[in-house]
């Protein structure tokens, strides 16, 4: 594909300004006990490019992987041993959700609703949030329930 | 954005020469750079930094396009905005007219600016298209060609209502139906749209050279003579009004006439036997040279469009004549039948969709067979209410058989010209053979086709009779 790889190309270039964007997000998730490596941060990145061509996307920045990280270092069921490897895990949870809601959901009400699932019913686990989220989806395509569990304002 | 500096572009062309040849208009811009980089006159550099910028320019149409709410997209979707942002340069670049000119700007000035220039291109194309739309909707041609008057009620505002410069303006998004005489379907978007209306506008205006009955008279004869419904089929009619009034001259009538009698046809089909290829060539073209000074057609545009359709139609007769098909060529006025006949269904007497709801609600909650056929013989007269009847799965298995059997051979006829239309455009065939052979798919049809496999050898020979009395635009049930 062409046209991912041009984008990608530009990504390369500025790959140690991701970095260091994420590095910084140090600052917000050691109140809460958790901090990335250089090393971590650098394998979410190769995660993330890997997870973005196997779901057909293109990404302009890393603001979704920022809140991703903003958001779930809250949750009580994630520590300093585990929290790399939950977030590789959710950005592929993440895109394939874009994907299977067809865009019509914005980045930051999917990642909520992933943290409330993750924290309120799933006690922690990613297998439980995988299938959750295949139920969210069920009811998406049903058209069922979408307004209920998410938008309660009907902000589409 | 500064006119190029002449002597700029004349350093340019010295550095190699470009290959018009190499260009696509097509995908211009980068056949342009591809070209650039042959002739070296943009480096790889230049062309990295082009690239850079292209990209510069697509991420922030994604973030316009997602509206802040994601920052990312599916492949398909950067994809259909990139192709948008350079359908969008290749509109600015392409008006430049000069190659030259054209790489000079990519190489000498900001790609943004290019890309701004070209939306306003594009922008401008689409305004122009909408008012070439209005002018033709204000005054179509009064046909009743179904593909002609859907694409110009239906399917162009379609396009007008759902056309989005900046993030699908290579997208034609419409489905037209109807054919010009000419078309350049590899344009996309908006200016494949304008060059339609424009080509159609410009047949609207030589059909209009003639008497409207004429026109609608070479139709009918045009359906009669290929043995469908005119209505309904995919042709054109300028070609059709073109020729026929190339062959009126040729034969010794008036340009402005269409019709062509039996005579005319017997002396036409004389002349093209005796000529060979050259000489058949050269009638038409004198034929078609005398329509443009007697109808004053001095559009350049329209010359040279009649011209391409000339060509087409010199080749069409060297065909037939050689085939001995000339009467698919020539549309010769057909006399209307004789007319003994009462047909039973009457447009006139159609339903409104509501008063057909409620009957049909009516027919399928009837238990008894013969309520149900007292109902539809008591309120159904229009053959539109009767086929939408059948299609609506409101009786079933037996209860076709009794509907049918209580049927004339005139209305049988009339439902045999539907259920084998496309076996009787191909000409009079054997209607027993044709009923035997069919094979329906729609449950109703295939009621019928049983029926009239078990009347008499009589009745059927008087249903096909009748088949080939009626023609299609006796009933109106599209």
């Known amino acids: 594909m062409f046209l991912p790889r041009i984008l990608e190309s530009i990504d390369t270039s500025i790959s140690e300004k991701y970095l260091n964007e994420l590095l910084e997000m140090n600052q917000i998730t050691k109140e809460h006990g958790l901090v990335l490596t250089p090393e971590e941060v650098k394998n979410m990145m190769i995660v993330r490019s890997q997870a973005l061509c196997s779901y057909g996307r293109v990404e302009l920045d890393i603001a979704m992987t920022k809140e991703l990280v903003a958001v779930f270092c809250t949750s009580s069921y994630i520590n300093n041993d585990n929290f790399a490897t939950i977030l590789n895990e959710l950005h592929e949870i993440f895109y394939y959700l874009k994907n299977e809601t067809e865009d019509q959901i914005g980045d930051y009400k999917l990642i909520h609703m992933m943290k409330d699932y993750f924290d309120y019913d799933c006690g922690g686990s990613l297998e439980l949030l995988k299938s959750k989220i295949e139920g969210f989806i069920e009811d998406f395509r049903k058209g069922v329930g979408l307004k209920e569990s998410l938008f309660e304002r009907d902000e589409f | ?478």
């Open chain 2, 1 to 478: 954005m500064e006119l190029a500096n002449p002597s700029s572009i004349q350093t340019l062309v010295v550095q190699g020469k470009i290959k018009k040849s190499y260009l696509s208009k097509y995908q211009y811009t980068i056949s342009l750079i591809n070209e650039g980089l042959r002739t070296r006159i943009l480096d790889i550099q230049e062309v990295y930094d082009i690239q850079s910028q292209l990209i510069l320019i697509l991420k922030n149409l994604i973030r316009r396009y997602t509206q802040g709410e994601s920052s990312s997209v599916s492949f398909e979707t950067a994809e259909g905005i990139l192709a948008s942002m350079m359908y969008a340069l290749d509109a600015y670049l392409l008006q430049l007219d000069d190659p030259e000119k054209a790489i000079f700007y990519l190489k000498s000035y900001h790609i943004q600016e290019i890309y701004d220039k070209g939306i306003e291109v594009v922008r401008q194309c689409f305004e122009e298209t909408k008012e070439l739309y209005r002018e033709i909707r204000v005054h179509p041609l009064d046909v009743a060609v179904e593909a002609y008057n859907m694409t110009i009620e239906e399917s162009l505002p379609i396009f007008l209502k759902k056309y989005n410069i900046l993030f699908d303006a290579h997208n034609t998004m419409a489905s037209i139906d109807y054919p010009l005489a000419i078309d350049d379907m590899r344009i996309q978007g908006v200016f494949y749209i304008k060059q339609y209306l424009e080509r159609l506008k410009m047949e609207m205006e030589f059909c209009r050279l003639f008497k409207i009955q004429d026109l609608q008279e070479t139709l009918i004869n045009f359906g009669r003579i290929c043995g469908f419904d005119y209505r309904i089929e995919l042709f054109n009619i300028f070609e059709l009004v073109l020729n026929n009034a190339i062959f009126s001259v040729l034969s010794g009538g008036d340009a402005s006439d269409l019709k062509i009698s039996v005579n005319q046809y017997n002396q036409l089909a004389s002349l093209f036997t005796l000529l060979d290829e050259s000489q058949i060539r050269f009638a038409i073209y004198t034929a078609k040279d005398r329509l443009q000074v007697d109808l004053n057609i001095s559009n350049p545009n329209m010359i040279n469009y009649m011209t391409q359709c000339t060509d087409e139609l010199v080749q069409r007769v060297i065909h037939a004549a050689k085939y001995n098909s000339l009467n698919s060529v020539i549309i010769t006025k057909k006399e209307d039948k004789p007319k003994s006949m009462m047909v039973l269904f009457k447009e006139a007497d159609g339903m409104s969709d509501y008063h057909f709801r409620i009957l049909v609600e009516a027919i399928t909650e009837c238990h008894q067979t013969e309520d149900k056929i007292q109902l539809i013989k008591s309120n159904i007269h229009s053959v539109q209410d009767f086929v939408d009847m059948l299609n609506s799965n409101c009786l079933f298995s037996e209860e076709y058989r009794v509907l049918f059997e209580t049927l004339g051979e005139i209305e049988l006829a009339i439902l045999a010209k539907m259920v084998f239309y496309e076996e009787l455009r191909n000409g009079p065939m054997d209607f027993s053979l044709i009923v035997t052979e069919k094979e329906p798919d729609i449950e109703w049809q295939l009621h019928y086709v049983e029926l009239i496999k078990g009347l008499s050898k009589d009745r059927i020979a008087s249903i096909e009779e009748y088949i080939y009395d009626i023609d299609y635009e006796e009933i109106k049930f599209y």
